[in-house]
Each structure stands twice: as structure tokens, then as C-alpha cells.
């Protein structure tokens, strides 16, 4: 496996429903990304991971909850969604902590839809 | 805080006829300028960037764009657009001084090409 990549690629899940959304990134990178990208929406960052440590969260509700074991892997843990959390979500990595001048590398995305 | 702005939302072109995407900047400082493609059902490429240096930068796939700070954009050109061109494409900002670990994203051109 080569670039960023995500599992699962769909996931349809209940409001009451717990699941995960899994990155890996192969690129030896240090930092770590998850962005929300919702129909006519600019992508919206969610958290940022740097060397395992969270350093951003923007204002996401509690039931987003992100984990970062170590710098190749990152989860959204995923409960009690609302319809409107339905979107794809990006999980992207890059070489340095500073990913505003970092150039950001993504995966394909996990299209969830939440009924 | 940065922002970025696609006054196109929607742009249709005849293949091998030449193509501009627009983008304009918001931002105090010096940026770093991305542009990203996004095809259907994928994540996010990166096409070419700007940090500093000569204004023209040349990208994959044949694309180029040119940094104008007098007029805050970052236009994104293709002399001859191919079908395959057909996707989405974003321009991005980046903070390089205020430490804000991401990107900001505009809400995107979506690029249709006609036999």
C-alpha cells in the first residue's frame, strides 16, 4: 500500500450506532488530518494530529472522537450521529506539524451516510 | 484569518480548448497557495502549489497557475483541456506565520468537458 489510505470506503449506520473510520498513511509523515467534506461546503477541518498529539480541534461535537496511536494511523470514532453528519470525510497526513505551509496529502475518503 | 474564494461554481468547456479557473486570497501575510483536484468518488490530489520564488508554477497533468499579489489570485490554467480533466478543483491557503496547522479551502470549481 502506497499514499493515504481509508477504511471503509462507505458506511451507512444508524444514529444509535458506534463505528469507526480508519486512516493509515505510508508516506512516513508526522502529522495527521480529518476533514469533513458535506455537499456545496467548502472541506472543513475537524482535528489535527501532530507526532500523536492532538493540536487542533475545531469545534467538532463530542460525538467525533478521534484517536491517533501512532503517526501512521488515525481513527474518528464515530456515535449517536445525526443525519446531517452524513458527508465524506478526508483523512490527509503531511511531512511536518505546520500543515498550513505543509503540503497535505489525502486519502479517498469514507462516503457515510447516517439514516 | 484567511479565506478563499471560486467565483466559479459550475465552468463547461469543448475539449482542447484552453481553461482558467479562478481563485482569490484573503490573507495578510505572504500565502502558500494550493490547488487541488478531486475526481468523483476520490479524495483529494495535489496538482501544484506556491510557497515562494517564480509566480508561474507549472503542476501535473499539464496544469499551471500564476501567483498575483496585486490582484490576491491564484489562477489556474490548462492550454488544452482533455475529458479526463473532468472533476473538481479547489485552491487552498495556507498560514505560514500564525502557526494554524491547516488549510483553508475554497468551495470549489466543478469542471465539465464536452466532446
Known amino acids: 500500500e502506497t499514499g493515504v489510505t481509508q477504511t471503509p470506503r462507505h458506511l451507512v449506520m444508524g444514529m444509535t450506532n458506534k463505528k469507526s473510520l480508519k486512516c493509515e498513511q505510508h508516506?512516513?509523515?508526522?502529522?495527521m488530518y480529518w476533514y469533513k467534506q458535506s455537499a456545496k461546503k467548502p472541506l472543513e477541518l475537524m482535528f489535527v494530529?501532530?507526532?500523536?498529539?492532538?493540536?487542533e480541534n475545531n469545534s467538532v461535537p463530542s460525538r467525533f472522537s478521534p484517536e491517533c496511536p501512532n503517526s501512521s494511523h488515525l481513527f474518528l470514532h464515530l456515535h449517536t450521529l445525526q443525519p446531517e453528519d452524513s458527508a465524506l470525510y478526508l483523512c490527509a497526513s503531511s511531512q511536518g506539524a505546520a500543515g498550513g505551509t505543509d503540503t497535505q496529502y489525502f486519502g479517498p475518503g469514507t462516503r457515510l451516510t447516517v439514516l | 484569518a484567511q479565506s478563499v474564494t471560486q467565483p466559479d461554481i459550475h465552468i463547461t468547456v469543448s475539449e482542447g480548448a484552453s481553461l482558467e479557473l479562478r481563485c482569490n486570497y484573503s490573507?495578510?501575510?505572504?500565502?502558500?497557495l494550493f490547488w487541488y483536484v478531486q475526481s468523483p468518488g476520490q479524495g483529494l490530489q495535489l496538482l501544484l502549489k506556491y510557497f515562494s520564488g517564480d509566480t508561474l508554477v507549472q503542476g501535473i497533468k499539464g496544469f499551471e497557475a500564476e501567483f498575483k499579489r496585486s490582484q490576491s489570485s491564484f489562477n489556474l490554467r490548462k492550454p488544452s483541456v482533455h475529458w479526463s480533466d473532468a472533476a473538481e478543483y479547489f485552491c487552498a491557503v495556507g498560514a505560514g506565520d500564525t502557526g494554524r496547522r491547516a488549510l483553508t479551502f475554497g468551495s470549489g470549481t466543478r469542471l465539465q468537458v464536452q466532446p
Open positions: 494530529y501532530s507526532l500523536e498529539e492532538r493540536v
Open positions: 508516506l512516513g509523515h508526522n502529522a
Open positions: 490573507y495578510g501575510a505572504t500565502p502558500y
